[in-house]
């Protein structure tokens, strides 16, 4: 039992983030042998970048000392890649905890959040834990696709953060730059906008925005990027935000001291440098995403074009019910109940002999 008594008050009631299920606990509730294919967590199915595992290897003799408070050499290899100065990037233990600690560091009780519906839930969870008013607008396009013009008009002076996924989790969908900027031109210069890019690496399309001409024009705007996906790095939670250096400095005021270890500024340096890796993970999603499509396009789905590694599948049915037949045929799905689309199912790419079996099982569940 939680100590109410103790609790703060906007913790009260609150349910937490639900992680999707690692395979050593679905082989244990259903007492599964054999290979499990995890398609729940849009992690790398080619494994980790081999510079990261060389350097992985490398830094564990470290690994009694404590690591650099500040991630100096980190920072600095973050910022020459984009052409910032060090102060104006955060070492994060994966984008996750920078979408943390905006809430801690910006956020008072009652200050409003924008955001879309249906969106990465750490937007909203992240302002109820603050005690914020987060504001969910509605999707377009069937509601799989943020509605820019509807954020835009939502805006007005007292909006503290605007929360963007660009791709989005879990739709896959994507705004377009025409969108982004007539946003941006609409936001008070007090606002600041988190434009969250962690599919940044699959994205194929020529109309994503440019986040980066308003950060170099001076606006309060955080770019966050994650080393989990296309680097294959989900288990030592690495990422990073850049912004103006007044933002990243409200970010290390709340930080937790050491947030970043050395095993993981160690791989994400190395993995930055492994474009080799980085190209074959690109080629293989967009190659796996066209088999998984073209396996299940003439069922009675939806499927919402994607830029990400994943797909969202609308199946008609409930969702439930398909996440625990698929659990017993050693397949694990996202269930996407809890994001208001209760007949949606979200699926990674996997491995192909994965993806063969989730296709054949898939239709088989649907038809049935």
């Excluded at 937007?123 to 109820?128: C, E, G, S, V």
């Excluded at 031109?185 to 434009?195: D, G, M, S, W």
């Excluded at 940044?200 to 996906?229: H, N």
């Excluded at 499927?303 to 439930?320: A, E, G, S, V, W």
Aim: glycine letters at 8%; one cysteine or more.
């Amino acid at each position: 039992m939680l100590p109410k008594d103790l609790l703060r008050e906007q913790l009260c009631g609150f349910k937490p983030y639900v992680a999707g299920k690692p395979i050593e606990e679905v082989r244990r509730e259903y007492g599964l042998e054999g290979r499990i294919a995890k398609l729940a967590s849009n992690e790398n199915p080619l494994g980790t970048s081999p510079k990261a595992m060389e350097a992985i290897c490398e830094a564990v003799k470290g690994l009694y000392l404590y690591p650099d408070d500040n991630a100096f050499y980190f920072r600095n290899k973050i910022a020459a890649r984009y052409g910032v100065e060090w102060e104006q990037v955060y070492a994060a233990a994966g984008s996750v905890e920078a979408i943390e600690l905006c809430g801690q560091a910006f956020l008072n009780p009652g200050d409003t959040v924008l955001t879309s519906e249906r969106t990465f839930a750490m937007y909203q969870l992240t302002t109820m834990k603050a005690g914020g008013k987060c504001i969910q607008i509605p999707m377009i396009d069937g509601g799989y696709r943020y509605d820019m013009a509807g954020i835009t008009a939502a805006l007005n002076e007292k909006t503290k953060i605007v929360f963007l996924a660009n791709p989005t989790n879990p739709t896959g969908t994507w705004f377009r730059s025409d969108e982004f900027d007539a946003f941006m031109a609409k936001v008070h210069e007090n606002t600041l906008v988190v434009y969250d890019c962690a599919y940044d690496e699959f994205v194929t399309t020529d109309d994503m925005p440019d986040p980066w001409k308003y950060l170099r024009a001076g606006r309060r705007i955080l770019i966050l990027k994650t080393f989990s996906k296309a680097y294959g790095l989900a288990g030592i939670r690495g990422g990073y935000a850049i912004g103006p250096k007044e933002i990243i400095a409200g970010l290390m005021l709340v930080r937790v001291p050491f947030n970043m270890n050395v095993i993981a500024m160690a791989a994400c340096m190395a993995a930055l440098d492994d474009h080799e890796f980085v190209k074959k993970s690109f080629e293989f999603t967009k190659q796996e995403l066209n088999f998984l499509i073209d396996g299940i396009k003439d069922l009675p789905v939806i499927i919402p074009p994607t830029q990400t590694n994943f797909i969202l599948i609308d199946t008609q049915k409930d969702c439930k019910w398909l996440f625990e037949e698929l659990q017993k045929k050693s397949i694990i799905v996202r269930p996407m109940a809890g994001n208001g689309l209760p007949r949606a199912i979200r699926v990674n790419v996997g491995l192909h002999e994965d993806n063969v079996r989730f296709v054949e099982e898939f239709r088989k569940l649907i038809l049935s």
